[in-house]
C-alpha cells in the first residue's frame, strides 16, 4: 500500500477465525492412542516449557525437542504428518469467513497472529483464511510489538483488531489509543477465564461469537474506539 486506507481489519487466528481448542482436543486424543498416556503428558510438559521459553505456541518445536527422548521411535514421524496435515478447514468457527467478508465491504481484512514460522502459515493455509484475506498475512513471535510494522505495510487513519486475547487487545490499545477499536469475542479457553477476564480492561466491543460480526455496521465499529 502506498496510500492509508481509511480503516484496515486485523484478525487473529486461533480461537478467533479457528477453533483451536478442538485441534489441541484431537492432538490430545491422537497422542494418546499413538503413544499412551505418559508420552503424551511428557510431550504436554515440553510444549508448555517451550511456550514459557518461547512467548508462544511451537507444536512442532515440542515434537522436536520429544523426539530427543525418542529417536529410536519411527511413529513420530507420523506424528508430524498429523500436525501438517490436519484438515483446519473442518475446525473455522461457523460465519467466520463471512465475518470476514463483511469487514471486507469496508477496507483490507489482514490476518494478524503469533507463531511459528512453519506450523502457522500452514494452519492459515490449509483452513482457507489466507485465500479469505487475498494473502495479507502477518504472523509475528510477538504480534502486539510488531505494530510499527504493521502499520508501515498497511497503513491507515484506523484499525480494528479481533482478538480472543484480552491481553493482546489491551497492550495494542496502550499504543495506538483511540486510533484503534478492539473487539473480544468470548470464544475458546481464554476469552472464558475468568480470572484472565478480570485481570485486563474491557475490550470496545464484545461479542458472544465471531459470526455475530455481520451485525455490526462500521460506525458503531469506529465509534466504540
Same mark, same amino acid.
Given at each position: +500500500?502506498?496510500? =492509508?486506507?481509511?480503516?484496515?481489519?486485523?484478525? @487473529?487466528?486461533?480461537?478467533?477465525?479457528? @477453533?483451536?481448542?478442538?485441534?489441541?482436543?484431537?492432538?490430545?486424543?491422537?497422542?494418546?492412542?499413538?503413544?499412551?498416556?505418559?508420552?503424551? /503428558?511428557?510431550?504436554?510438559?515440553?510444549f *508448555?516449557?517451550?511456550?514459557?521459553?518461547?512467548?508462544?505456541?511451537?507444536?512442532?518445536?515440542?515434537?522436536?525437542?520429544?523426539?530427543?527422548?525418542?529417536?529410536?521411535?519411527?511413529?513420530?514421524l507420523?506424528m508430524?504428518?498429523?500436525?501438517?496435515?490436519?484438515?483446519?478447514?473442518?475446525r473455522?468457527?461457523?460465519?467466520?469467513?463471512?465475518?470476514?467478508?463483511?469487514?471486507?465491504t469496508?477496507?483490507?481484512?489482514?490476518?494478524?497472529? /503469533?507463531?511459528?514460522?512453519?506450523?502457522? =502459515?500452514?494452519?492459515?493455509?490449509?483452513s482457507?483464511?489466507?485465500? &479469505?484475506?487475498?494473502?495479507?498475512?502477518?504472523?509475528?513471535?510477538?504480534?502486539e510489538? +510488531?505494530? *510499527? &510494522?504493521?502499520?508501515?505495510?498497511? =497503513?491507515?487513519?484506523?484499525?480494528?483488531?479481533?482478538? @480472543?486475547k484480552?491481553?493482546?487487545?489491551?497492550?495494542?490499545? *496502550?499504543?495506538l489509543?483511540?486510533?484503534?477499536?478492539?473487539?473480544?469475542?468470548?470464544?475458546?479457553?481464554?476469552?472464558?477465564?475468568?480470572?484472565?477476564?478480570?485481570?485486563?480492561?474491557?475490550?470496545?466491543?464484545?461479542v458472544?461469537?465471531?459470526?455475530?460480526?455481520?451485525?455490526?455496521?462500521?460506525?458503531?465499529?469506529?465509534?466504540?474506539?
Amino acid at each position: +500500500m502506498t496510500t =492509508p486506507e481509511n480503516v484496515v481489519f486485523l484478525l @487473529d487466528v486461533d480461537n478467533t477465525l479457528l @477453533d483451536n481448542d478442538r485441534i489441541v482436543a484431537d492432538l490430545d486424543a491422537h497422542l494418546r492412542k499413538t503413544f499412551g498416556r505418559d508420552s503424551r /503428558d511428557r510431550y504436554w510438559e515440553i510444549f *508448555e516449557a517451550l511456550r514459557a521459553e518461547l512467548g508462544y505456541a511451537d507444536y512442532l518445536g515440542a515434537l522436536q525437542r520429544y523426539r530427543m527422548g525418542k529417536l529410536s521411535d519411527p511413529r513420530l514421524l507420523l506424528m508430524s504428518s498429523f500436525l501438517v496435515d490436519y484438515p483446519f478447514a473442518t475446525r473455522l468457527y461457523p460465519d467466520a469467513i463471512n465475518a470476514i467478508r463483511h469487514l471486507r465491504t469496508w477496507g483490507p481484512t489482514v490476518v494478524l497472529s /503469533d507463531g511459528d514460522v512453519v506450523f502457522q =502459515p500452514r494452519k492459515t493455509q490449509r483452513s482457507g483464511l489466507w485465500d &479469505a484475506v487475498e494473502g495479507r498475512v502477518l504472523i509475528y513471535l510477538h504480534k502486539e510489538q +510488531m505494530l *510499527e &510494522a504493521v502499520q508501515s505495510l498497511y =497503513p491507515a487513519r484506523h484499525y480494528v483488531m479481533v482478538d @480472543d486475547k484480552l491481553r493482546i487487545l489491551a497492550a495494542m490499545k *496502550e499504543i495506538l489509543g483511540k486510533r484503534l477499536t478492539t473487539v473480544f469475542p468470548r470464544q475458546g479457553h481464554y476469552a472464558l477465564d475468568a480470572r484472565n477476564i478480570a485481570t485486563y480492561p474491557p475490550a470496545d466491543i464484545m461479542v458472544e461469537r465471531i459470526g455475530a460480526i455481520v451485525d455490526c455496521d462500521l460506525p458503531a465499529l469506529l465509534g466504540a474506539a
